[in-house]
């Protein structure tokens, strides 16, 4: 597996809590890899450290090869990593189509308009682009901001939690999206809860505890794993719930 | 009748003045989340360009009031570059951008002062001001006509820019939050800066404009415009740039009636009434929606 994203060994500490204890791993270009883990273990962290929105203490994040830890955001994102939020954050005054249309233009003004539309119609939301943002329902916000994540032409989308606050149908819809996103020969690196839509999506899953890789593999292995079910399934029947 | 058609003339030109200063100051507001009490001193150094350019350079008005617009828009981004960016850069309270901004604006009057001293200057009369038609018992003067016109074309302007343009759009973005409008691609500190720079340069038309219809500048021109601008920001609903310059134009319209059907003195009285009465109806002002629609 040629990786495109190599975390190595990050730390991270917030006034002497540890929320990143030497944290390292791979994520194989065009592939769906879930970080998972109970609360507080670190996954978010990962995700801020690799976006820039944290500086690590220690460790390297490598990106194509270039060195991307401890770069401010927008120049990580420049580079080619896109991310949406676990608290939806969109140009809310805009119309739908003027949240991807002004990500699309920033990538060049060549056929902005054209991009705007292809990343509306790969999350399906091509007939609402008229509509206001704010009043698109909660499942659609999610899907926009992937949207707006892909207009600005990423080589891996980073998502926190895209599956937060979303019922059933909408997670295996959600599950569905990202298969099609894997498959334009995209990468996708998320933090998730939702285990069945991580078992369900992921080629590979990395299983955080305390700010420490517990385990990383293919999902049954890791679900498998007896120190993850221990720290985060519970019971071993409790994870085929 | 004919007085209230009379008033309403007067009212639109003078508001249409008053709506290009409070777009600006309302831009900043919106945008940026900034409240710039330097905007009235910056309005003043827009008059006063304008005034030097066509007294001491002999510059014709209309050239006097381009550059005076960019001289303005200069002074403002200036003020950005030096104040208000390392302030904010530093991280202190918001209120410490507010306080610096009162500074500034002293600044320019005290500079102001000392150039121009504290006597009332006026702009040397062109026979187009003075010419004047009367149209069924109302008479329209030149310079109401011009005002009018160059504030509606600058506000056009604007429009076209924030609205249909990438740059306007990227300038929008950041209403809503700036690092994620830098997450996808925008360059947040030059948009900044060209924020100033409008929002400069709307001060800066507007002190040409109301130091033309006044026939009057000097250094503290800007106390009272800045009052107008704040009173304008709230009717507008806080940080709604349409708003604004429909709240401007109400507001010129009020006083001139004010002072048409009541007494001169009751001019500002009314104005600051009228907002008192309006956010009592509406608290988020005539056209604010929520905090998520400005700009």
């Known amino acids: ?241 | 009748m004919s007085v209230f058609l009379q008033q309403t003339v007067n009212g639109l030109s003078l508001g249409s003045a008053y709506a290009v200063f409070a777009v600006g100051f309302t831009l900043l507001f919106g945008v940026l989340n900034v409240l710039n009490l330097a905007q009235g001193a910056v309005f003043m150094v827009g008059a006063f360009t304008g005034l030097e350019l066509v007294r001491l350079v002999e510059l014709p008005l209309p050239l006097a009031f381009l550059v005076a617009m960019v001289t303005a828009g200069a002074v403002s981004v200036l003020t950005q570059v030096a104040v208000f960016g390392p302030l904010e850069r530093r991280g202190g309270h918001r209120w410490m951008g507010l306080i610096a901004s009162l500074a500034v604006a002293r600044l320019l009057v005290a500079i102001a002062q000392e150039v121009f001293g504290t006597q009332v200057l006026r702009y040397p009369s062109e026979p187009w001001m003075e010419a004047s038609w009367t149209i069924a018992g109302v008479q329209i003067q030149g310079l109401q006509l011009i005002v009018l016109a160059t504030a509606l074309l600058v506000m056009a302007a604007l429009a076209v820019l924030l609205r249909a343009t990438q740059t306007g759009r990227a300038i929008r973005t950041m209403a809503f939050n700036p690092n994620v409008a830098r997450l996808v691609g925008v360059p947040v500190q030059r948009m900044t800066l060209l924020t100033y720079f409008i929002a400069g340069a709307l001060a800066g038309a507007a002190g040409v404009q109301l130091g033309v219809l006044y026939n009057a500048v000097s250094p503290f021109m800007g106390e009272t415009i800045l009052l107008k601008g704040l009173t304008v920001l709230i009717l507008g609903g806080l940080g709604h740039v349409p708003g604004a310059a429909l709240a401007g134009l109400l507001l010129g319209l009020t006083e001139v009636y004010s002072v048409g059907y009541l007494s001169s003195s009751f001019r500002d009285a009314v104005g600051f009434g009228l907002v008192f009465i309006i956010l009592l109806v509406r608290p988020h002002g005539l056209f604010g929606l929520t905090t998520r629609q400005r700009a």
């Not at chain 1, 030497?22 to 065009?30: C, E, Q, T």
């Not at chain 1, 460790?59 to 991310?83: C, D, K, Q, Y």
């Not at chain 1, 920033?106 to 609402?128: D, I």
């Not at chain 1, 682009?129 to 080589?155: C, N, S, V, W």
Request: with cysteine; glycine share 10%; aromatic share 6%.
């Open chain 1, 1 to 241: 597996m040629t990786a495109l994203l190599e975390i190595s060994h990050v730390a991270k500490r917030f006034n002497g809590v540890v929320a990143l204890d030497g944290v390292s791993a791979r994520v194989g270009r065009a592939t769906i890899t879930a970080v998972i883990g109970p609360n507080g273990s670190g996954k978010t962290s990962l995700l801020n450290v690799v976006t820039g929105f944290y500086e690590a203490d220690r460790g390297s994040v490598r990106f194509n090869g270039t060195e991307i830890a401890g770069r401010p955001p927008h120049w990580i994102a420049r580079l080619g990593l896109a991310r949406t939020f676990q608290h939806i954050r969109l140009f809310e005054g805009f119309s739908v189509f003027d949240n991807v249309h002004v990500a699309a233009e920033r990538r060049g003004t060549s056929h902005a308009r054209r991009r705007a539309e292809q990343a509306l119609e790969v999350v399906g939301l091509a007939a609402v682009g008229r509509q206001q943002a704010d009043a698109l329902p909660y499942g659609h916000k999610r899907r926009l901001e992937i949207a707006r994540a892909l207009a600005t032409e990423p080589e891996i989308l980073i998502l926190d939690e895209p599956a937060a606050g979303m019922n059933a149908t909408e997670k295996i819809e959600l599950g569905e999206l990202l298969f099609t996103i894997r498959d334009l020969g995209k990468t996708i690196l998320l933090v998730e809860h939702d285990m069945d839509l991580v078992m369900g999506i992921s080629d590979y899953v990395i299983a955080l505890n305390f700010g420490c890789t517990l385990a990383a593999g293919a999902p049954a292995a890791v679900r498998q794993d007896p120190q993850v079910i221990e720290a985060y399934l519970g019971r071993p029947e409790a994870a085929d719930a």
